[in-house]
């Protein structure tokens, strides 16, 4: 109870619950109930703001698919990591490894922009030069993930889950964003 009240100290901003939340938010948190069996804290934030939470709902429901759920959560975990971001990274592990079965030596190696699986491999390293480069990258790394498979529309794919990923991180470092108290606690190694 103690680990829960000092996240809420470190919260910038109220977390409502959906009935606190605006009439037009409530249905998009009532899905996510169905969907994931709760409310993360991030959604039920930005819920105050029906327009920016109906956006974000919509990209997360409509991006990533052609490159897949597990690889699309690995990109995520690499992005907090990247961006400093332990609620992200706190998310996006508890729904790697509970949704999508990842383990947590791949997890651990999706923090560097590495995995386990080859092609989720080089879909990591490129995000990870992108990211880290805010996507300045060479030719080389361009052909490289190419060169693994991927397809134009993938790797477009690739760099919006990227892209969306740096969207949420920077919520939640801006807000510091009470940590779910279901999903276990973890912190990036870079200081956000």
């Known amino acids: 109870m103690a680990r829960l009240q000092r996240r809420n100290l470190m919260a910038r901003a109220p977390i409502p619950s959906i009935q606190q939340a605006p009439t037009k938010s409530q249905p998009i948190l009532e899905n996510y109930v169905k969907v994931l069996g709760v409310v993360p804290n991030f959604f039920s934030l930005i819920s105050q703001s029906p327009d920016a939470l109906k956006a974000i709902a919509d990209m997360?429901?409509?991006?990533?698919?052609?490159?897949?759920?597990?690889?699309?959560?690995?990109?995520?975990?690499?992005?907090?990591?990247?961006?400093?971001?332990?609620?992200?990274?706190?998310?996006?592990?508890?729904?790697?490894?509970?949704?999508?079965?990842?383990?947590?030596?791949?997890?651990?190696?999706?923090?560097?922009?590495?995995?386990?699986?080859?092609?989720?491999?080089?879909?990591?390293?490129?995000?990870?030069?992108?990211?880290?480069?805010?996507?300045?990258?060479?030719?080389?790394?361009?052909?490289?993930?190419?060169?693994?498979?991927?397809?134009?529309?993938?790797?477009?794919?690739?760099?919006?889950?990227?892209?969306?990923?740096?969207?949420?991180?920077l919520f939640n470092n801006t807000f510091k964003t009470d940590l779910d108290p279901s999903f276990p606690e973890l912190h990036t190694r870079k200081a956000a």
């Open 60 to 169: 997360h429901a409509t991006l990533g698919k052609s490159i897949g759920h597990k690889t699309r959560e690995r990109l995520h975990i690499m992005t907090a990591e990247v961006n400093g971001c332990s609620y992200c990274l706190t998310a996006h592990s508890y729904l790697a490894g509970k949704l999508n079965g990842l383990t947590k030596e791949d997890m651990e190696l999706n923090r560097e922009g590495h995995s386990t699986d080859p092609q989720a491999d080089a879909a990591l390293q490129f995000a990870y030069k992108v990211a880290k480069s805010r996507g300045h990258i060479e030719d080389a790394d361009f052909a490289a993930v190419r060169a693994a498979g991927f397809t134009e529309a993938q790797i477009i794919d690739i760099v919006a889950e990227t892209a969306f990923s740096f969207i949420t991180n």
